[in-house]
C-alpha cells in the first residue's frame, strides 16, 4: 500500500511533495491537475498513483494554465481542488491567476507554488512570494516536510473561509525532505465531488464593469485576511525581548537549529512566519512596540523584511529593522549562512557548538561531471543526423534555437544544436523571429511534451506570419526530464487509462507544415530522408522533422520487465584505428577510451545498444557482441 493511505495515528515517512498530497486528501480534494515540473512533480505524481482509491480526478495538463484553469473550474463549481506547478509555471498560469482573485472559489482551492532557490533545476531562481502580492493572493509557506502537510489543510481552511485562492509557496528543500509524519485524519472517503455552476455572470464574466466591483471586494478580502490572521500562520516564540528574530518558511528551521545550537534560544524571541503575504499585521505590531532590534530571515528577497519595515514606519516604532544586511540575497540558505547573518546582528558570536561540514571531502577527489544526455538517448542520433544533413545539403553556420528539456544538454560539444533556451516553447517564437533578421538558416528544436505545452502556438504564429526557422520535434513520446510522465502523445492518461493519441506531425501538417518523420535509431535513411526534405525547403516549402524514439531509459526498463536482450555493442581492436571519431562525434558516456592504446571501449553495462556509435566508424570496427532478441526494435 502506498504510504500516503495510511490511517490516521500511523507515523509515515514521507517525501515533502507526498506530504502535500496527503493533506490535500484530508483536506477532501476531488480534482488535481498539473503540468511537471521539478520540484513540484511528485505532488500530482503521488495522487495519480492513488487516485483510484482516493476517487480524486488528476491529471497531467499540457501546461501550467490549462492545470490551473482545470482546477479552478471545479472550485468555482464548490469542489476542492488543486493545481500545482514549479515556479516558473506560476509564469504561466499567472493570467488566470490574477483573474481568479477578482472572480474567487466557491470551494477550497490551492495553488502550489515549488520555488527552487538555487537554482538546482531552473533557469532562474524566481521567488514567486511576489505573486502574492500582485495577485493579492495570499501566500503560505512551511517551514518542512512535516508543516507542508499541516499547511495545505490550513490553506483549505483558509481558501474557504474568504472565497479565496491561497498559494501554498514550498521550496526544493521542503518537496524533496523525508520526514516521518504522524497522520492526523484519515483520508475522507465520502467527498463532495459534484458540482453546480451558478451562472452569476457578474462574479464570472470580468469584463470592466464586474472587474471593478470584483476589486473594490477583492481589496477588502485582503485586508480583513492581513488583519484577522494570527496563529497557526505567525506564532511569537519566548515573547518579550529586546533582541527579535523574524523567520519565514524553510529559514525558520535554519534559525531554530542555530539558536538550538548556540545556545541562545531564550534569550532571543523568534517570531515564525508562514504566511509572508500579506505578512498579519497584529502579531508583528506587537513584537515591534518591545524590541530594540529585529533580524529578518529569509530566503531570496525581502519580502517579509519590507512588511516589517512598512509596519514600523507607520505604528512609529523605533526598533532597528535589519535583514538583507547579513542575509544573503541569493542561493539557498544553510545552517552556515544562517549562523553567519546572526553571529553580524548580534555584533558578538555566541561559541559555534557544531563543526559546519561544509562541501564533503573524498580522496580522491570526485571530478566535476558536466550533466550529459544518457548512453543511448534517441536525442544524441538525432543531432548526428540533423548535422550530417544540414552540412550535406549545404547549410552552413545553422543557428539552433532550443527548449527546456533533456535536449537543452544538446548545448555541449560536440553537438551544439541549443544556442538559446529561456522558457518553455520559446525555441519556435525566437527562431521564428531569428529567421526574420539574419539570413542563416534557423533550426527550432523543441521536445515532444514541450511542443504540446507551448509549442503549438509558435508553429502556427511562424506559418501564418512566414517565418523560414524548421520545427524539429524531439519526439520520445513521454515527458522525460521530469520522470517519465504522460502527454497527448503518450496514448495513455495520469492513471494509466488509453486515450487518443495526439502525435505532432498530425498538429504540424494541419496548420501548413511538410512533416517529415524520421526514426533516429535508423541513422542513414534518416540522413537520407532530410536531405530530401531540405531540397524542398529550398524550394520554399515550409517544412517540419518530428524525430522520434522512446526515451532510452524507459526501454532499458521494459527490456529488463519484459526479458527482451537488446544489442550490445563491442569494439574490436583489430579494426579500430583510434581515430576517434566514435567518441567525438556520439560523445556517449558508454565509450570511454583506454590511455594506452587511445582505442575506445564499450563499458557493456551502458550501452543501451542505439547503435550511433557502429554507424559513424568508417572502419566498421563497432559491432552487435551478442544475440539480441528478434523483436528488441519495437520497444524503441
Ligand atoms: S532521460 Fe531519456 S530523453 Fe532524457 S537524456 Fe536520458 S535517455 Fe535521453
Ligand atoms: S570510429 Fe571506429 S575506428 Fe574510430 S575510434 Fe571509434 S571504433 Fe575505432
Not at 517579509?304 to 532597528?320: A, N
Not at 549545404?394 to 538559446?420: A, S
Amino acid at each position: 500500500m502506498h504510504p500516503v493511505l495510511a490511517r490516521k495515528g500511523e507515523t509515515v515517512l514521507l517525501m515533502g511533495n507526498e506530504a502535500i498530497a496527503r493533506g490535500a486528501l484530508e483536506a477532501g480534494i476531488c480534482l488535481a491537475a498539473a503540468y511537471p515540473g521539478t520540484p513540484s512533480t511528485e505532488i500530482v505524481e503521488t495522487l495519480a498513483e492513488v487516485a483510484q482509491y482516493t476517487k480524486t480526478y488528476v491529471e497531467w495538463s499540457v501546461n501550467e494554465k490549462v492545470a490551473f484553469e482545470t482546477a479552478y473550474a471545479a472550485a468555482i463549481s464548490g469542489v476542492r481542488s488543486l493545481t500545482a506547478m514549479k515556479h516558473v509555471g506560476l509564469n504561466v498560469a499567472a493570467d488566470i491567476l490574477m483573474s481568479s482573485a477578482y472572480a474567487g472559489v466557491k470551494a477550497g482551492f490551492v495553488i502550489i507554488s515549488a520555488d527552487d532557490p538555487g537554482h538546482h533545476s531552473s533557469q532562474n531562481e524566481q521567488d514567486n512570494r511576489w505573486y502574492g502580492f500582485i495577485s493579492h493572493i495570499p501566500v503560505i509557506e512551511p517551514s518542512s516536510a512535516r508543516e507542508a502537510y499541516f499547511y495545505v489543510k490550513e490553506a483549505f481552511k483558509l481558501s474557504e473561509r474568504y472565497g479565496h485562492p491561497v498559494i501554498l509557496r514550498s521550496t526544493t528543500r521542503i518537496s524533496h525532505t523525508r520526514q516521518p509524519i504522524l497522520l492526523e485524519e484519515d483520508i475522507p472517503i465520502e467527498k463532495a465531488c459534484k458540482g453546480s455552476f451558478e451562472r452569476v455572470i457578474e462574479r464570472w464574466v470580468l469584463v470592466p464593469g464586474h472587474a471593478r466591483k470584483l476589486k473594490s471586494k477583492l481589496m477588502e478580502i485582503w485586508r480583513k485576511i492581513q488583519m484577522e490572521t494570527s496563529e497557526p500562520f505567525v506564532k511569537i516564540i519566548n515573547p518579550g525581548m529586546k533582541t527579535v528574530v523574524i523567520a519565514s518558511g524553510i529559514a525558520y528551521s535554519h534559525v531554530s537549529e542555530v539558536l538550538n545550537l548556540t545556545g541562545l534560544d531564550d534569550k532571543i524571541t523568534v517570531v515564525k512566519v508562514n504566511m509572508p503575504v500579506p505578512l498579519p499585521r497584529k502579531p508583528i505590531e506587537e513584537v515591534l512596540s518591545t524590541a530594540e532590534k529585529v533580524l529578518v530571515v529569509e530566503e531570496l528577497d525581502p519580502i517579509v523584511e519590507d512588511q516589517v519595515k512598512r509596519i514600523s514606519l507607520e505604528i512609529g516604532s523605533t526598533s532597528k529593522i535589519f535583514g538583507k544586511e547579513y542575509v544573503p540575497l541569493n542561493d539557498e540558505l544553510s545552517v552556515q549562512a544562517v549562523y553567519d547573518a546572526i553571529c553580524k546582528f548580534l555584533g558578538s558570536c555566541s561559541p559555534q557548538r557544531w563543526e559546519s561540514i561544509g562541501d564533503i571531502k573524498t580522496d580522491p577527489p570526485i571530478p566535476p561531471r558536466p550533466p550529459v544526455l544518457c548512453p543511448g538517448c534517441p536525442h544524441r542520433s538525432s543531432y548526428y543526423i540533423l548535422k550530417t544533413s544540414l552540412n550535406r545539403a549545404g547549410f552552413r553556420n545553422v543557428i539552433y534555437t532550443g527548449d527546456i528539456g533533456c535536449y537543452t544538454l544538446g548545448y555541449q560539444k560536440p553537438f551544439e544544436t541549443q544556442m538559446t533556451s529561456f522558457e518553455m516553447g520559446g525555441a519556435i517564437g525566437i527562431g521564428h523571429g531569428l529567421s526574420k533578421v539574419v539570413d542563416e538558416l534557423v533550426i527550432a528544436i523543441v521536445g515532444d511534451s514541450t511542443f504540446y505545452h507551448a509549442g503549438i502556438p509558435g508553429v502556427v504564429n511562424l506559418v501564418f506570419n512566414k517565418g523560414r526557422a524548421i520545427p524539429v520535434v524531439l519526439d520520445n513520446s513521454v515527458t522525460a526530464m521530469t520522470g517519465h510522465q504522460p502527454h497527448p502523445g503518450s496514448g495513455y492518461t495520469a492513471t494509466g487509462e488509453a486515450t487518443a493519441k495526439i502525435l505532432p506531425e498530425d498538429v504540424l501538417k494541419a496548420v501548413g507544415f511538410e512533416t517529415y518523420v524520421i526514426n533516429p535509431l535508423r541513422v542513414k535513411e534518416s540522413v537520407a530522408t532530410l536531405q530530401k526534405a531540405l531540397e524542398e525547403f529550398k524550394k520554399g516549402k515550409n517544412i517540419a522533422i518530428v524525430s522520434r524514439a522512446r526515451c532510452a531509459l524507459e526501454v532499458m526498463r521494459d527490456a529488463r520487465r519484459s526479458r527482451v536482450v537488446l544489442p550490445v555493442y563491442r569494439v574490436d581492436p583489430e579494426k579500430c584505428t583510434a581515430c576517434q571519431a566514435c567518441v567525438n562525434l556520439a560523445a556517449c558516456p558508454a565509450l570511454v577510451v583506454d590511455p594506452n592504446t587511445r582505442k575506445p571501449v564499450i563499458v557493456e553495462d551502458l550501452c543501451a545498444g542505439c547503435g550511433l556509435c557502429a554507424s559513424i566508424c568508417p572502419y566498421k570496427a563497432i559491432q552487435v557482441s551478442n544475440t539480441p532478441s528478434s523483436e528488441w526494435e519495437k520497444l524503441w
